[in-house]
């Protein structure tokens, strides 16, 4: 009777830890009772009755990322080629995620397929590669639409590979390189033009910088000359002037000295010799000169006649 009594006490501590839950953060329970959902268990310490209460579904709050094969769509312009998308979703309401759908990742995965085929068969291919971001915006707005009965929120969606057919991408290798000789050709004819530009301003520049240097240089040996000038014009009006002012203080000393007319002829004759500085041949005396009686000899020496 013990025994038995024992193993009862045992089995009700096993039912009543059995009852006893703990959601962990980040995490929800749906709860069933007999089949029928009770309720939403959220964080913390939860407990449920025996036989009649069930855990249906642990439903992960958390930010999840699911990466979907390639899918062949077909563009506008009837070129096939495979996308493979990356759908970021969040569970939002554990309810209607555990009894909206039956398998919502595969309903995802075919709700974005189907999403993709709709928005690529409307673009051309040119379009479509570059385009992306268009894409992941209309992908995300539909999928978030259609996912919200679900309990599910899209919050990104992106493209991760556009795979064109492998003739489309030689051909678009060749456009490319086609188009890089290209901006190369006009690059380097762009530099071959600046560099001539360049090469002709410099040597206007040179041309320019020798003439105004001449031009200085010009205006330089005129000035010089023109100083030169002056200062023996200068020169020559100075020596003037002391001439004159020594002839002057010399007839001034001899009308002091109280000279006769005797004198003062004499001085006149001295004063033709030297204008004569020994080029002249003959020189005229006049007659009045001439005439004074004792001079006779004095003329003798100062005739002279040169050969």
């Known amino acids: ?12 501590v096993i039912i009543a ?29 939860h407990f449920k009755m025996p036989f009649i209460d069930k855990v ?24 096939t080629m495979r996308i ?14 555990a ?28 379009q479509t590669l570059t385009s992306r971001e268009v894409i992941n915006t209309k992908m995300r707005s539909s999928l978030d639409i259609a996912t919200d009965p679900w309990g599910i929120k899209v919050n990104r969606v992106e493209l991760k590979n556009i795979i064109p057919p492998a003739a489309i991408q030689d051909a678009m290798e060749k456009q490319m390189k086609a188009e890089r000789e290209r901006r190369e050709a006009i690059l380097r004819a762009e530099g071959e033009k600046k560099s001539t530009i360049l090469v002709a301003e410099g040597q206007k520049e040179s041309v320019i910088l020798e003439a105004e240097a001449e031009k200085q240089s010009a205006i330089l040996r005129a000035e010089a000359q023109k100083e030169k000038m002056i200062r023996e014009a200068e020169g020559e009006a100075e020596a003037i002037l002391k001439v004159q002012q ?39 005396i006049p007659s009045e000169i001439q005439g004074i009686a004792g001079l006779a000899s004095a003329l003798r020496e100062v005739v002279v006649e040169q050969k």
Request: some cysteine.
């Open 246 to 284: 020594a002839t002057a203080d010399g007839i001034r000393m001899i009308r002091e000295a109280g000279a006769d007319q005797s004198v003062l002829t004499i001085k006149s004759l001295e004063a033709f010799e030297k204008a004569a500085d020994g080029k002249a041949t003959k020189i005229i």
């Open 17 to 45: 830890v059995s009852c006893i839950k703990i959601v962990p953060q980040a995490f929800a329970y749906v709860v069933e009772r007999l089949g029928a959902y009770q309720g939403t268990w959220s964080v913390g310490l």
């Open 84 to 97: 493979d998308t990356v759908v970021f979703f969040q569970i939002t309401d554990p309810k209607l995620f």
């Open 56 to 79: 249906a579904k642990k439903v992960n709050l958390k930010e999840q990322v699911v990466d979907f094969a390639p899918q062949p769509v077909i563009t506008k312009d009837n070129v």
């Open 99 to 126: 009894y909206g759908v039956e398998n919502p990742i595969m309903a995802i995965e075919n709700l974005t397929a189907t999403t993709l085929r709709n928005i690529i068969g409307e673009m051309e291919l040119d």
């Open 1 to 12: 009777m013990g025994f038995v009594v024992l193993i009862l006490l045992i089995l009700a």
